[in-house]
């Protein structure tokens, strides 16, 4: 009864998950909508209204069943309690469910109980192996089930590396670094989500943007670009007006941005937008006398449909992170849990659209080497940066990875020293849950400097 044995059911539990995602995936019936089917034999079982994730039946006819699970983005009927296991017994005429008793050593305030499984001993103890997320880790809990006193004993709990859920690194706590070069900007308390500096030293910021589970400060109004100029001694921000016909300023909701310059010197800024939780990129035309942005184009396309960060290589052409695969909020909630690492890099121009890297989990922020040759992937819950060459023919094949021991999102690249300069999340469940009294907090930036297209040299250093 080791950890290799428990490994195997939780693999196997997961696999199942998996493999019907991934059948889902291929006939992709997720727009389906469903009829009401009247079922002769169907009839509502009283105590488990608020829904139960998993069930595993005993030969003897008793079912266990859990009940509960939260995850951020997901529907909870029961935000407030904790998930519980419910004990049915199907040989009975109406069968009802009974609450099981968790002995004591267990933290049952936290109990978040997913997917179970049961294994029966030579001497018929009856054991229940339950995948728990207490605080959005993983693990999975042990009991022996005590069929008379209709009670589970704890007998332990199994961690590890290997069951995944480090990857929120939820229970890192961050400590404040006196930071003596910073000070705040007045006019992006809101937060910013992205920033891209000009040659010249001017500096666009994208701010306001209103993600799915992620806390907004302003979540009634629109989102804009700020203008900085940091030659100047104390520097400011202003806000750029966005002039253009057939551009609707009011569902802006600009995340990441980038920027072209033409022949021409003409500057064209790019911007991610999700207005009505849909994905666009605004192309606009940069009028620095005016301060403002002329509004050009609205680029949507089908490959396009979970828009993050994106990276110009022309006026209309680009390399763009989709963070999720599934557009569905229910159904990019699972792909997150679980790890299917099925977001992708696109790269897009007006006539030809194409997948050019795949299998990430999380794809967030995407830049390039000053000499244009590398493109770099930031890959947020596998913590990793990735570094791929870039062909004529703008494919990109992969040349290394680099470990980061943190959620990272965003990539700036020093134009001079090739540095790169990362917005990281240290816990990512912060971002995620905001907790005033516990804010995510100021996040030291990292700094990765890549010496030649074989050697990394890593070094954290808060900014
Ligand atoms: C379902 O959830 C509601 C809201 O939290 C709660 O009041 C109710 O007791 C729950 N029902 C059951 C059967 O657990
Ligand atoms: C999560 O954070 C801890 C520090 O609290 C660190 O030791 C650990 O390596 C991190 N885990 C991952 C998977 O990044
Ligand atoms: C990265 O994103 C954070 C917020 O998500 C923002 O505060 C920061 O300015 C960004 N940094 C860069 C280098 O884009
Ligand atoms: C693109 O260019 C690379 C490098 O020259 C080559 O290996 C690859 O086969 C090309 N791909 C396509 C689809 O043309």
């Given at each position: 009864m080791g950890k290799l044995m428990a490994l195997i059911l939780l693999g196997a539990g997961l696999a199942l998950v998996g493999e019907r995602f991934l059948t889902l995936r291929e006939?992709?019936?997720?727009y389906r909508e469903v009829e009401s089917v009247e079922s002769q034999n169907c009839h509502l079982i009283e105590g488990i209204e608020n829904g139960s994730e998993d069930i595993d039946i005993l030969p003897s006819g008793l079912a266990f069943i859990s009940n509960g699970l939260k995850y951020p983005g997901m529907p909870d009927l029961a935000p407030d309690e904790p998930g519980r296991i419910f004990l049915m017994d199907?040989?009975?005429?109406n069968p009802r469910v009974q609450e099981l008793n968790i002995g004591d050593g267990f933290d049952k305030a936290s109990f978040n109980p997913h997917g179970m499984s049961t294994f029966i001993d030579k001497d018929q103890t009856v054991y229940l192996y339950v995948v728990n997320h207490p605080h959005m880790d993983s693990t999975v809990e042990i009991f022996k089930f005590e069929e008379q006193q209709r009670s589970l004993v704890y007998l332990k709990t199994i961690k590890h590396?290997?069951?995944?859920?480090?990857?929120?690194?939820?229970?890192r706590e961050v400590k404040s670094v006196e930071l003596p070069n910073c000070k705040l900007i007045k006019g992006i308390e809101t937060g910013a989500e992205d920033l891209e500096i000009l040659p010249n030293g001017l500096a666009f910021i994208s701010s306001g943007l209103r993600y799915p589970g992620v806390k907004s400060f302003e979540p009634d109004k629109p989102g804009k670009i700020l203008l900085m100029d940091?030659?100047?001694?104390d520097p400011t921000v202003l806000e750029l007006k966005m002039t253009g016909s057939?551009?609707?300023?009011?569902?802006f909701n600009p995340h990441g941005i980038s920027t072209f310059t033409d022949e021409d010197n003409t500057v064209y800024l790019l911007v991610v937008s999700h207005p009505d939780v849909k994905s666009t990129v605004e192309l606009f035309k940069f009028q620095e006398e005016e301060k403002s942005l002329l509004h050009l184009k609205t680029i949507k396309h089908e490959l396009l449909p979970n828009l993050n960060d994106l990276v110009a290589v022309g006026r209309e052409h680009f390399y763009a992170t989709n963070d999720h695969y599934f557009v569905d909020q229910y159904m990019r909630s699972w792909e997150l849990y679980l790890g299917l690492a099925w977001s992708n890099v696109v790269y897009y121009s007006p006539d030809d659209v194409r997948v050019v890297a795949s299998g990430f989990d999380f794809a967030n922020g995407i830049s390039m080497s000053p000499d244009r040759k590398y493109v770099y992937i930031a890959e947020l819950l596998a913590h990793k940066i990735h570094v791929y060459e870039k062909h004529a023919n703008w494919t990109l094949t992969p040349l290394k990875s680099l470990d980061c021991d943190t959620l990272v999102d965003n990539i700036s690249v020093d134009p001079v020293t090739g540095d790169l300069w990362v917005g990281c999340h240290p816990n990512g469940m912060k971002i995620f849950s905001y907790d005033p009294e516990n804010p995510p907090g100021s996040e030291p930036s990292e700094e990765h400097q890549l010496?030649?297209?074989?050697e990394f040299r890593v070094n954290i250093s808060p900014t």
């Open positions: 006939r992709m019936n997720a199907l040989n009975e005429q590396e290997l069951l995944k859920r480090a990857r929120m690194n939820a229970s940091l030659n100047k001694e057939n551009f609707d300023a009011s569902s010496k030649d297209e074989r």
